[in-house]
């Protein structure tokens, strides 16, 4: 079968900051190429909706899937199934992902017949099982299939991460990804799943606390077929295990591959395992992203963090003397009056590092969508991206948005514009020289992509498609696992977080978005 594999469009975040190599779908396509499909991959991130036409035209393609990992794709994957069914040849079309796993019937029934499945779970198995079920007319059968006609069994998890192995060689316009200074920048996943539970994340609820490493010396084979310099390590929780990030380590240097990283990990893990990190950095990582989430005890406790703020304070300090590079996250609670964006606005101004602001969502497969008392003022996925308040604000909206962007501006009075060009003209003069323009183009952004009058205004556009209503309940601790999407093993205990979390094969913008591989 001839296979197209499409991922959506950039979402506002990453307009400005980072522009990540596919690699969910990557991992869908080796699956699907090892089952004897046929595939090629059209990223819309880096070509536009003309050339994807032009590619399903040439290719003519028997099936086609989309990756939902965000929901706010999810307008913008529904109009191009409407399209690809008016064809005079119409392909199969499915949709899986991260996001559209907790809400697939909705979809399914807004799509109206332009989608035929959607694939709950991990794609590298569903996607496989859906197009055999397919063929025989029973695609409901397939495990993790959502389809008009009924669904199937529950996903099943992928025994081992070690395969399939991306298919990198099937994206084009590799040179387009980037994070931050990193460009360009590929992506690569050391580990799978989060044994945390926060209740703001849908990592835990999606993997059912699962926790899967990939085996060190495959970790190493894959860093080592990279050709990019730059490096994002995608784990939820990077070197939760710190033998496992000693073992590829040593595998790294036993091979002495150099690279740039950058990863995302707690700051209690970076507290407890220094030492990893430390080796690390010796091996070129230069940049961490610590999803610190809330300054104060009462909004750590909020979001269930399990840690407090001198936690936070002395690993942002142990970061400093490893010579790390930080990106601190904060949410951004709608019901934040003045004051307390003026002392976040003082706090992000007097440490060195990068603060970044999300706005509290609540999202479908998050515990506070459930026990999140306060009414969504809007249903628009389009909205749906951690930089629009959903919830009812305190301040008038137009003074919620003002306030906002007055925050995140730090960010370009800090590290970006001129600033930024008289510390890093070295690295952008040598981007410029290997035709890499996606860090000198962040430089300079800002304003445009980040205003007030842009934010209002997004919520005045007709909404044809809209979320469902959440369901309003309390959450007992001790049936958490109702919200999971893959089940059927034991997750860690608490204290194991900070022993042996693996012990068990059980395990959120990344900060910047969701596990990869979790759908075409």
Known sequence: MKVLLIHPSVLMYSELFLRLEPLGIECVAAALQEAGHQVRIVD??????????????????????????????????????RWLKNRQRPPY???????????????LQQAEGAIDAIVRGEGETGTVALLAAARDGAA??????????????????????????????????????????????????????CPWDCSFCSAWTFYGRSYRKLSPGVAADEIARVKEPGIFIV????????????????????????????????????????????????????????????????????????????E????????????????????????????????????????????????????????????????????????FDIQHAVLPTRLPLPEFYQELVRTQAVINRKHLGVVALARTAGIVARHLAHGQTNFARMLWRFTRVYNAERLCAEHQRPARYQLPEPELHTVDPRDRKKLYIHIGRTAPSRSALTDDPGSSSETTPPSVGPSPATGP
């Open 44 to 81: 819309l991130q880096t070509h536009s909706k003309a050339e994807m036409a032009k590619e399903f035209l040439e290719f003519e393609p028997d099936a086609v899937g989309f990756g939902l990992n965000y929901l706010a794709n999810v307008p913008e994957v529904i109009d191009l199934a």
């Open 140 to 193: 409901h059968e397939a495990p993790g299939a959502v389809t008009l006609q009924g669904t199937g069994p529950q996903p099943r998890l992928l025994e081992s991460i070690d395969t399939p192995r991306p298919a990198r060689e099937l994206i084009r316009r590799r040179n387009r990804y980037f994070i931050g200074v990193l460009d360009p920048a590929a992506s690569v996943e050391f580990t799978r799943g």
């Open 235 to 310: 784990d939820d929780v990077a070197f939760i295990r710190p033998e496992h990030g000693d073992a590829i380590a040593a595998e790294l240097e036993r091979r002495r591959i150099r690279k740039q990283y950058y990863l995302e990990t707690r700051a209690d893990v970076l507290l407890r395992n220094t030492e990893v990190f430390a080796r690390w950095r010796r091996l070129g990582l230069n940049y961490i992203f610590l999803g610190m989430e809330a300054l104060d005890a009462e909004g750590l406790d909020l979001y269930r963090k399990r840690i407090s703020p001198d």
């Open 312 to 383: 936070n304070m002395m690993a942002l300090e142990q970061a400093r003397k490893l010579g790390l590079a930080v990106a601190i996250n904060l949410i951004v609670d709608p019901q934040w009056d003045r004051e307390q964006f003026r002392v976040v606005r003082e706090w992000a101004m007097s440490v060195p590092e990068i603060v970044h602001l999300s706005v509290m969502t609540p999202y479908p497969g998050t515990e506070i969508w459930h026990t999140e008392s306060r009414k969504l003022t809007t249903s628009d996925y389009r909205l």
């Open 93 to 107: 079309v499915f949709v899986g992902g991260h996001s559209v796993s907790f809400i697939a019937d909705h979809v």
